[in-house]
């Protein structure tokens, strides 16, 4: 009874009135059926798991430092790749020799050309091109390929037309398909584009029909379905928001490999007439067996290769980030 007495709490101590102590609450019934619940934001948790690891940062910041120089540093650089075509001894330096004829700079630490450009200019030349068509192909076959598929997996009557269309594209040889497109048509940029495009996101609008078969006979799309809900409807508001961590993750697959086939297609002389990665490399491909010309051919594929890598990383990781499962 007396550890009773000591846990009791005299409310005169306290100096409040009995207003301020005791006070009538309404019942209300809307307010009953309210739950406290911290506020959740779906891209804010996205970003806090992705920096929470510091090679996230890292990682992007190199990607940062490539996107500017692929399209900030050739703008404000006044690169003329014939501008010492006349000098034969300006032609196929190392970097130390070309520092040594022109100056130490940024622009000579790759060495000098066939032409006597460059080689450190005219690779980001080459690098703005290559980006911007895998970014190009990569919008246009992720946009088309994510609507039909949603719509192919949700749908029957679709699904039955869709899947002949691609058992017969899909059995093709996607660079079988690209190289004879880009035979018929005139080896430029937007052919580039369209042979990677017209059918490339057949594949992608495949990978998301499977993921979407997966998902669409759950309850909550069964109850849209009986209250009379668009299928189009369904398959944009009830599935795609759940598969975004999926979409970011194909999405960074897919960038990468535009550019690979680009310098493939570059490299057997079938790619771009425009002066892209490839074409660099394919140019520089004598220079890979001549003693003391090498760095003028590995220079554009390294940076090929670091760009590419960099791309599927960064877009694993973002993917990973997307999974709501990692926001815990």
């Known amino acids: 009874m007396s550890e009773m007495n000591?846990?009791?709490?005299?409310?005169?101590?306290?100096?409040?009135?009995?207003?301020?102590?005791?006070?009538?609450?309404?019942?209300?019934?809307?307010?009953?059926?309210?739950?406290?619940a911290p506020r959740y934001s779906y891209w804010r948790s996205v970003f806090r798991v992705f920096f929470r690891k510091r090679i996230n940062i890292v990682i992007l910041a190199l990607f940062a430092l490539i996107l500017a120089f692929t399209y900030i540093?050739?703008?404000?650089?006044?690169?003329?790749?014939?501008?010492?075509?006349?000098?034969?001894?300006?032609?196929?330096l190392l970097p130390s020799k070309a520092m040594a004829m022109f100056g130490r700079n940024i622009h000579w630490i790759l060495g000098a050309g066939a032409s006597g450009q460059s080689t450190f200019d005219a690779v980001w030349y080459g690098s703005r091109i290559s980006i911007t068509m895998a970014f190009i192909c990569a919008a246009i076959n992720m946009t088309v390929g994510i609507v039909v598929g949603a719509i192919w997996g949700f749908s029957k009557k679709v699904d039955a037309v869709m899947t002949q269309v691609y058992n017969i594209i899909g059995n093709v040889p996607y660079i079988l398909f690209i190289s004879v497109l880009v035979l018929i048509f005139s080896a430029g940029f937007w052919t580039m584009v369209f042979a990677l495009t017209v059918t490339g996101w057949i594949a992608i609008a495949y990978f998301i029909r499977t993921q979407v078969?997966?998902?669409?006979?759950?309850?909550?799309?069964?109850?849209?379905?009986?209250?009379?809900?668009?299928?189009?409807?369904i398959a944009m508001k009830n599935i795609l928001p759940f598969m975004t961590s999926v979409i970011v993750t194909l999405a960074a697959t897919e960038i990468p490999s535009y550019i690979s086939y680009e310098v493939f297609l570059s490299y057997?002389?079938?790619?771009?007439?425009?002066?892209?990665?490839?074409?660099?490399i394919y140019q520089a491909e004598n220079a890979m067996l001549t003693p003391g010309?090498?760095?003028?051919f590995w220079s554009p594929v390294v940076v090929a290769s670091i760009i590419t890598t960099v791309l599927y990383v960064v877009g694993?990781?973002?993917?990973?980030?997307?999974?709501?499962?990692?926001?815990?």
């Open 73 to 92: 540093y050739p703008v404000v650089t006044d690169y003329n790749p014939y501008a010492n075509l006349m000098n034969a001894s300006a032609k196929h």
């Open 316 to 328: 694993q990781n973002l993917g990973d980030a997307s999974d709501p499962r990692t926001h815990m």
């Open 213 to 233: 078969v997966i998902i669409r006979d759950r309850e909550y799309n069964l109850a849209s379905r009986c209250l009379g809900t668009p299928i189009f409807r």
């Open 293 to 296: 010309w090498q760095f003028e």
């Open 268 to 280: 057997i002389g079938m790619g771009m007439s425009d002066m892209s990665l490839g074409r660099l």
């Open 6 to 36: 000591k846990s009791l709490v005299d409310l005169s101590d306290l100096g409040l009135s009995e207003e301020e102590l005791f006070s009538h609450v309404d019942h209300s019934k809307q307010e009953s059926e309210k739950i406290t």
